[in-house]
């Protein structure tokens, strides 16, 4: 018989074509957009933190355990109770935007784990929250104040999450529930303040007008007053000359007598 040598390489690489086959699935793997992925090498030292796989196709060992992360903005909305600076219960809703940063996501999943949200993002939310509006009054946490209550709650937690490989992109206050009475009154004491606000502005412009006036009249009477001693008998004669001088040279026949006016100013006979 004919012996066939090419017959067990075929066979070989037919086996290994199967098995690729086989587990194809556990090979080859796609991380897709906005998605980062790590390896846990069951024969090789664990989770390896320091490589992250990007978006593409890649492969793996068939016993290596791929672990895929949403690196895209997210957003949480928690619902909590507090207590004011004076002990009154107050109700507010928050909305957190975060995503883990791109290059520790081996360490983030080494180190909490894929629920990151329900461990670390939202304790630290309530717990940044809890200190924060304990300083404040309701009034000023429901008016003046939202906005830097606001912002020190998010600088708070962001410092803390961003220690846990998790970068905070908002920290929204979206509303505060107090109770009817307490909002009542609060609303009330705004209107009351913005009624008297709108007042001083009315007496301050009144005041500034009649400023305005008193600064306008005394320049007048300056005025006049510098005028009128600035005025006499010899100026008005001179300043009559000037007038005959120029009307004597215009081209309208007439007779300027020299000394003939009262006081001695020209006189202009004809006027043709």
């Keep these: ?21 086989i587990f194809s699935n556990s090979i080859f793997f796609t991380i897709g957009n906005g998605e980062r992925g790590v390896i846990f090498k069951r024969f090789g030292g664990g989770l390896d933190t320091e490589k ?3 978006e593409g196709f890649h492969a793996k060992p068939p016993w290596n355990i791929l672990y ?11 619902t909590m109770e507090v207590l004011s600076s004076n002990g009154l219960e107050i109700k507010i809703d928050l909305s957190i935007r975060y995503r883990p940063i791109d290059e520790k996501v081996g360490f983030l999943h080494n180190q909490i784990g894929s629920d990151f949200v329900r461990k670390i993002i939202i304790p630290e939310v309530r717990s940044s ?16 104040k939202r906005e830097a209550i606001q912002q020190e709650i998010y600088s ?15 920290l929204l206050i979206r509303s505060v529930i107090l109770p009817p009475n307490i909002k009542e009154a609060i609303e009330s004491k705004l209107k009351q303040e913005q009624i008297s606000q709108e007042y001083e502005f ?9 400023e305005r006036k008193r600064i306008e009249a005394e320049g007048i009477q300056t005025f006049q007053e510098i005028v009128s001693e600035g005025i006499n008998e010899n100026l008005l004669r001179w300043k009559g000359i000037e007038a005959t001088q120029e009307l004597s040279k215009s081209p309208n026949a007439k007779v300027v007598v020299i000394g003939s006016g009262e006081d001695g100013l020209p006189l202009i006979l ?3």
């Design 1 to 21: 018989m004919e012996r066939r040598p090419w017959i067990i390489p075929g066979v070989i690489v037919g086996a290994i074509i199967v098995i690729i086959l």
């Design 52 to 54: 992250v796989y990007g």
């Design 68 to 78: 895929k992360y949403d690196i895209k903005k997210q957003e949480q909305e928690e």
């Design 129 to 144: 929250t809890r200190k924060v509006i304990g300083k404040y009054t309701p009034e000023e946490l429901y008016s003046s």
């Design 156 to 170: 708070m937690t962001a410092n803390t999450l961003k220690e846990n490989f998790i970068d905070l992109d908002a």
């Design 202 to 210: 009315r007496i301050e412009k009144e005041r500034k007008e009649a």
């Design 270 to 272: 004809g006027n043709q």
